[in-house]
């Protein structure tokens, strides 16, 4: 089972920034594509970003286009999502796992409360 541990969630004001971390316990992620999801109250969970296993290709959802990076360094086994002009929409539980949709992901850590708000 592939843990990952979600970390830099927090309180932000509008327009603010936060950058989020993932890291893998007890194997390396450098053979996966890495996603980053969230899950708002009363909202199915979503796809915010991915990138492949290298780094080479990255997705991102239309909603976050333009104001999110994600990106990984392999030698320190962790995945970054950079969060910049945040909105109160945005305001989610926000979650890594091995693989880029939903559907695909068999295991889900704690997740990282994002709240945007002033």
């Known amino acids: 089972q592939l843990q990952l541990v979600e970390s830099g969630g927090g309180l932000v004001q509008p327009g603010g920034s936060l950058r989020l971390s993932c890291a893998a316990s007890?194997?390396?992620?450098?053979?996966?594509?890495i996603g980053w999801f969230r899950q708002a109250p009363g909202m199915e969970r979503e796809e915010v970003s991915c990138i492949s296993s290298k780094g080479i290709i990255t997705y991102y959802a239309d909603s976050v286009k333009g104001r999110f990076t994600i990106s990984r360094d392999n030698a320190k086994n962790a995945v970054y999502l950079q969060m910049n002009s945040l909105k109160p929409e945005d305001t989610a539980v926000y979650y890594c796992a091995a693989g880029c949709w939903v559907e695909s992901v068999h295991s889900w850590g704690q997740g990282t409360q994002v709240t945007v708000s002033s």
């Open positions: 007890g194997f390396t992620l450098d053979h996966y594509a």
